[in-house]
T-cell receptor, first 116, second 115 residues
Framework: DTGVSQDPRHKITKRGQNVTFRCDPI?????LYWYRQTLGQGPEFLTY????????KSRLLSDRFSAERPKGSFSTLEIQRTEQGDSAMYLC??????????????FGPGTRLTVT | AQSVTQLDSHVSVSEGTPVLLRCNYS??????LFWYVQHPNKGLQLLLK??????LVKGINGFEAEFKKSETSFHLTKPSAHMSDAAEYFC?????????????FGSGTRLSIRP
């Protein structure tokens, strides 16, 4: 078990460009989460998947953001027409949801996005 | 509605002295509560979680937290601070209802350790 991995670790892009991030969860985990963390703040929930189904989206997830988990394994987060305000660390986490809560989340190292 | 408040943005203690990081929560449902730690340039790591089996929860690296329903608190403590404890600490509330989950992180407490 290699833990949750994210790719790339760093991304610098110009305003208006599209970017896509990938998250590979722990293999047997059925739930996958995306968060955004800005400097000096705690992670903010963006969305989560139960297997391939996207069950909840935060109002922070504007229509420029889209996430997929097509086969219930890895997930991608795409940001279209990036803005400087999108600059943040994007975190992915996974958990095994079975039985009663609480369900511990295991976090990846994050993708740091800088929009210039 | 759910919310979590970390009462101190920065705590500084001397090495070898006790640590207290405060967290208050609000939840319409029975919450699950967690503490996570984030060292610089490293991923978030679970310190401990409240499971309702016991109000005093022991975690890794000597940390503990006590769930107090009457005070809606889940404060994190450690009897003796070590230099390696310097990091950002997050209190987390999670509520699961039907097929949905709501996860809210506090704004974090930066713990500094003085030699």
């Amino acid at each position: 078990d290699t833990g949750v991995s994210q790719d790339p670790r760093h991304k610098i892009t110009k305003r208006g460009q599209n970017v896509t991030f990938r998250c590979d969860p722990i293999s047997e985990h059925n739930r996958l989460y995306w968060y955004r963390q800005t400097l000096g703040q705690g992670p903010e929930f963006l969305t989560y998947f139960q297997n391939e189904a996207q069950l909840e989206k935060s109002r922070l997830l504007s229509d420029r953001f889209s996430a997929e988990r097509p086969k219930g394994s890895f997930s991608t987060l795409e940001i279209q027409r990036t803005e400087q305000g999108d600059s943040a660390m994007y975190l992915c986490a996974s958990s095994l949801v079975q039985g009663t809560p609480p369900y511990e989340q295991y976090f990846g190292p994050g993708t740091r996005l800088t929009v210039t | 509605a759910q919310s979590v408040t970390q009462l101190d943005s920065h705590v500084s203690v001397s090495e070898g002295t006790p640590v207290l990081l405060r967290c208050n929560y609000s939840s319409s449902y029975s919450p699950s509560l967690f503490w996570y730690v984030q060292h610089p340039n490293k991923g978030l790591q679970l310190l401990l979680k409240y499971t309702s089996a016991a109000t005093l929860v022991k975690g890794i690296n000597g940390f503990e937290a006590e769930f107090k329903k009457s005070e809606t608190s889940f404060h994190l403590t450690k009897p003796s601070a070590h230099m390696s404890d310097a990091a950002e600490y997050f209190c987390v509330v999670s509520v699961t209802y039907s097929s949905a989950s709501k996860i809210i992180f506090g704004s974090g407490t930066r713990l500094s350790i003085r030699p």
